[in-house]
């Protein structure tokens, strides 16, 4: 029996990694491949799955795969890692944030080192977490640091609407959020990167669905398919998208149909449009991107850590040598920088990138410098 991933056949998650179907996917690929081809995944989990796979030694040569700009820490540029740590150091301010951030350098220094300074910062694994240590602590301010795409959106959301419902005053958001897809048609405006096909993110997908990629196969004749994070899905991704490059079609297709339909996530999209809309960001290596980030509505201000604080954060400084923009704009490759291993390390970061465990950086230095 032949099986393919999102087929009734497989149900397991051992499945999706299972060594022979893969290596069946992959001499398809080796079949259908007969041009260079230039795929970038846009997303950091797609990223790791890759590295830690192998998947970049396992494909034909002629198959490039670059990393795009999908790791919602790396992207957070140094003003707003500023932004947050000064906060940290107000008075009576308590930060929540997930444990990604805490090491993030920013231009002088980290959430970490703030809390070694003696700033009140804690890692929560959910935005709800947050609530409850602003229930437990009304004298003090709690502040939530909103890092993360369309798929971390619905719960800051759910989190504010349920602080509203319950009359939690002391309880705000700094909202980081972006949004994918303006990002992916800043990158492609700039056309620094020359791309044939995009592995689309799947996180993001589940809540947004399909629907909002068709601009990238209509307006800039590039492949998408959603795909999944075991090395199974990616690969039956790049399989489709090596389908449709050598047939000369240009179509957005659902690699990942166990979590992705083609509408997306109605409520989880209604809680974002209840409490957030669409503003300009800031993005590490892209600079201001319009209409790529999630501010509070004007209804929701009195949760809005932007309003509720004067922050002052400094000038900003960049770091030096850091190639992180390059490597989010898929320019460049962790190996490139000169850092890369010697200054820089998940021990002592001089970037985002290298922090994340989402980041580009940090993928090649566990899983291998010669990706
Ligand atoms: S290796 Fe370090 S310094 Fe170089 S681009 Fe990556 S995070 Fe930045």
Redesign the pocket.
């Known amino acids: 029996m032949t099986t393919k991933p999102g087929q009734k056949g497989i149900r397991f998650i051992d499945e999706y990694r299972n060594t022979e179907l893969s290596r069946r996917v992959i001499e398809r690929i080796y079949r259908r491949s007969t041009r260079n081809i230039h795929l970038m995944e846009f997303c950091g989990g797609h990223t790791v799955t890759i590295a830690r796979n192998g998947i970049r030694q396992l494909l034909p040569p002629a198959i490039e795969m670059l990393s795009g700009p999908g790791c919602p820490v790396c992207v957070t540029a140094n003003r707003d890692l500023d932004r947050a740590i000064a906060l940290a150091h107000e008075r009576g301010v308590i930060i929540t944030t997930f444990g990604d951030m805490m090491k993030v350098p920013g231009s002088r220094s980290s959430l970490q080192e703030a809390k070694a300074q003696g700033a009140d910062v804690r890692i929560v694994y959910s935005t709800l977490d947050a609530l409850q240590i602003a229930r437990g602590n009304p004298e003090k301010s709690v502040v939530f640091i909103g890092i993360g795409f369309e798929t971390t959106a619905p719960t800051i959301a759910a989190s504010i609407l349920q602080a509203q419902r319950e009359g939690v005053n002391n309880f705000f958001v700094l909202s980081f959020l972006k949004l994918c897809p303006p990002v992916i048609k800043a990158l492609l405006d700039e056309g620094e990167v020359k791309l044939d096909g995009i592995v689309c993110p799947g996180h993001v997908s589940t809540i947004i669905g399909s629907h909002p990629w068709e601009f990238i196969p209509r307006d800039y004749a590039i492949a998408c398919v959603v795909s999944g994070f075991e090395p199974l899905d990616v690969l039956q991704c790049i399989e489709m998208l090596v389908a449709q490059i050598e047939s000369g079609e240009r179509r957005v297709e659902i690699a990942y149909r166990r979590g992705v339909k083609a509408e997306g996530n109605q409520w989880a999209l209604k809680q974002i449009d209840i409490v957030f809309e669409p503003c300009s960001a800031l993005w590490r290596g892209m600079g201001e991107v319009p209409q790529s980030g999630l501010c509070l509505r004007e209804a929701y201000e009195r949760f809005d850590a932007e309003r509720a604080f004067e922050i002052d954060p400094g000038p900003t400084i960049e770091?030096k040598?850091?190639?992180?923009g390059?490597?989010l704009r898929g320019v460049?490759r962790?190996t490139d920088?000169?850092?890369?291993?010697h200054?820089?390390t998940p021990e002592h970061?001089?970037?985002?990138?290298?922090?994340s465990s989402e980041?580009?950086?940090a993928a090649y230095y566990h899983y291998g410098a010669d990706l």
């Open positions: 770091h040598g850091c190639l992180c390059e490597v460049k962790p920088c000169r850092l890369f291993r200054a820089c970061p001089v970037g985002p990138c290298m922090v980041g580009s950086c």
